[in-house]
RNA sequence: CGGGGCGUAGCGCAGCCUGGUUAGCGCGCCUGCCUUGGGAGCAGGAGGUCGCAGGUUCAAAUCCUGCCGCCCCGACCA
């Protein structure tokens, strides 16, 4: 491609919308344009990209035995209402009507019409297992869309859907897929990491998510630096707390005046105690109905884990003046005895003793409180978010707490799809059984804003070789001299001879433009040719990611670019 | 939806508080000259319903009201 005829608008300034790295360079190096919130064009470098993470995609699904298929993205509110996902998924699900009158939506996932199709389809055990994908635009009507690509209402996505005859099957899948999906990401370039996630309200025990690490990630990962332990930190368990010392006793309950202090810290310096021997009473509505939760006072809630030892659906935390509207008690002075809502505790409070709550009156707390002497709860259960301080609940070894991007997640599914939607097939002893499925994403457009955020520096993008929009780019420096002209047309030709993605850059600009736009939009390799090819016979080729510079006669530039893009792309197979 | 901010040329911004005649600046764009190994220089030029609607006023980018759009923080997620 020559870059006199490429739609790649660079722009010298960020626009003032975008506010994380990947964002900005994305729209500066011409890679994409803001349609509205959350929609974007991809442009023809940005779609480059995104084509060169679907092929990847694409081959180590086909590997793996999965078969592509394309689903329509307009989906009947019927199959949704069958599946009771019409009423439970939200105003995320973007509804309509046609002409008829029909109600439909636009597909933020595939389940309903992939379960469907293989209903009317596949009858017998003898056609399973079956694994299908797609590779699609999904649209999600996002609460808050941000940071580009990263959380589009529109994007792309590789979704793909397992059927199992067995439940033994299924696992056997979805250890296909969790194989394929760091073949995936490793072909990428990417520096990532599977954890262990919440599998929200889908349930059961398996899912990964695929996370690239970076520190403007919005999850934040628990790794264990001595074993193989890794986990979504809303997923990670705590380890059970230490039992406290047999010769504590437990001291009378005690009131006292805290005149205005009402943040932990406040209390604590108050009272000349630390936030450990202190317990917050937070509030949260589980699907509407409020609930106490009690940790200690240097401790956080962790909501899903509190959602799923609840099974709400929806759990979200109570602002101060919903706290007395509920508790009748002002904020800060919350506590459990005499409490009027259910009250459930983490693990660690069960363990403390003498501990210091609010008192349910504005200014006083009491101290030396002790469970169950003064108060009962609900449920005792690991609620709080794990901190740095904690152990590995595996092994018990050092934990380090690191920020990714969710670029994949996988699901073992189960029969609670194919058990709504009758999905059913025969069983060897002619028994109809519900299919065992697994369901498996990759965020296609994400994975490329996900390998920006992840590599780049001051000047622009550092692509990862496979995924560059091209591999080298050739810049003439000088296209009105024809020596030189000639040399880069020359080296042009004989590149793509060799099967590689080459940009030329003919265009008449000073050659200061010609180095920023390539650092900038970022291609691996570089093949610089100037006044130094008149005067000595020679070009210069760099590479972006490190900025190792050589000079070398026109054809040992060619082989040199050729084998070190092949050792380049051959590197991240396994 | 709650909290915060923004909307003036393709991009980045000033002007608004304290209303006043042709609405500015930098970059980009067009023409010419010049320059050519890290976003040059000179000269000339094009480009604006000041987000939209209403109101106040002799007069509104500027003050008031309503609406729309966009961004950031929270819940959601590939």
């Not at 779609?47 to 009947?76: D, H, T």
């Not at 047999?246 to 105690?273: A, H, M, N, S």
């Not at 740095?388 to 690191?402: A, I, N, V």
């Not at 496979?466 to 001299?481: E, S």
Request: aromatic share 8%; charged share 25%.
């Amino acid at each position: 491609m020559r870059y006199s005829e490429l739609l790649l608008p660079t722009l010298k300034e960020t626009p003032a919308e975008a506010e994380v790295m990947s964002h900005k360079l994305l729209l500066r190096a011409g890679f994409i344009r803001k349609l509205s919130s959350g929609i974007y064009t991809y442009l023809p470098l940005g779609l480059a990209s995104i084509r060169k993470v679907e092929q990847i995609v694409r081959e180590e699904m086909n590997r793996a035995g999965a078969q592509e298929l394309l689903m329509p993205m307009v989906q009947p509110a019927d199959l949704w209402k069958e599946s009771g996902r019409w009423e439970k998924y939200g105003p995320e699900l973007l509804r309509f009507t046609d002409r008829h009158d029909r109600e439909s939506c636009l597909g933020p996932t595939h389940e309903e019409v992939i379960t469907d199709l293989v209903r009317r389809d596949i009858h017998s055990y003898r056609d399973l297992p079956l694994n299908l994908y797609q590779i699609q635009t999904k649209f999600r009507d996002e609460i808050r869309p941000r940071f580009g690509l990263m959380r589009g209402r529109e994007f792309i996505m590789k979704d793909g859907y397992s059927f199992d005859a067995t439940e033994s099957g299924a696992e056997i899948t979805y250890g296909k897929m969790f194989d394929a999906y760091h073949r995936v990401f490793k072909r990428c370039g990417l520096s990532f990491r599977a954890v262990e996630a919440d599998t929200g309200t889908i349930g059961g025990s398996f899912s990964h998510e695929f996370m690239v690490l970076a520190d403007t990630g919005e999850d934040t990962l628990v790794i264990c630096r001595n074993c193989s332990y890794a986990a979504n930190m809303e997923k990670a368990a705590v380890a059970p707390p230490e039992k406290p010392g047999e010769d504590v006793g437990l001291l009378p309950l005690q009131k006292v005046e805290t005149p205005g202090k009402r943040k932990v810290d406040v209390v604590c310096e108050f009272l000349g105690i630390s936030p450990r021997e202190l317990v917050k009473t937070m509030v949260y509505l589980a699907d509407g109905d409020p609930v106490a939760v009690l940790v200690r006072g240097d401790h956080e809630v962790q909501p899903v884990k509190l959602k799923n030892m609840l099974g709400a659906v929806d759990v979200e935390m109570v602002d101060e003046k919903q706290i007395f509207d509920i508790t009748g008690v002002p904020s800060g002075y919350l506590g459990p005895l005499g409490l009027d809502i259910p009250c459930a505790a983490d693990r660690e409070v069960a363990a403390m003793v003498n501990f210091t709550v609010g008192a349910n009156e504005k200014n006083y707390h009491l101290q030396n409180v002790n469970l169950p002497r003064d108060f009962k709860v609900f449920q005792v259960a690991d609620l709080r978010q794990l901190t740095e301080e904690d152990k590995c609940p595996s092994c018990g070894g050092e934990l380090e707490l690191t920020k990714g991007i969710e670029v994949g997640h996988i699901f073992k599914l189960g029969d609670s799809y194919s058990k709504a939607l009758k999905a059913t097939f025969q069983d060897s002893s002619s028994e109809e059984q519900n299919f065992v499925m697994g369901c498996y994403g990759i965020g296609v457009s994400r994975t490329v804003a996900a390998a920006i955020e992840q590599n780049h520096d001051q000047h622009g993008i550092i692509f990862p070789l496979p995924l560059a929009p091209f591999q080298v780019i050739i810049l003439n420096l000088d296209p009105k001299n024809q020596e030189i002209t000639a040399a880069a047309e020359s080296l042009y030709s004989q590149l793509q001879q060799e099967g590689l993605e080459v940009l030329l850059d003919d265009r008449d600009e000073r050659p200061g433009i010609k180095f920023k736009d390539a650092d900038l939009v970022g291609i691996p390799y570089r093949i610089t040719i100037g006044k130094r090819f008149v005067q000595e016979g020679e070009v210069e080729i760099r590479t972006r990611a490190d900025g190792i510079t050589q000079s070398l006669s026109p054809d040992k530039a060619l082989t040199e670019v050729v084998s070190a893009i092949h050792d380049g792309m051959a590197a991240t197979w396994e």
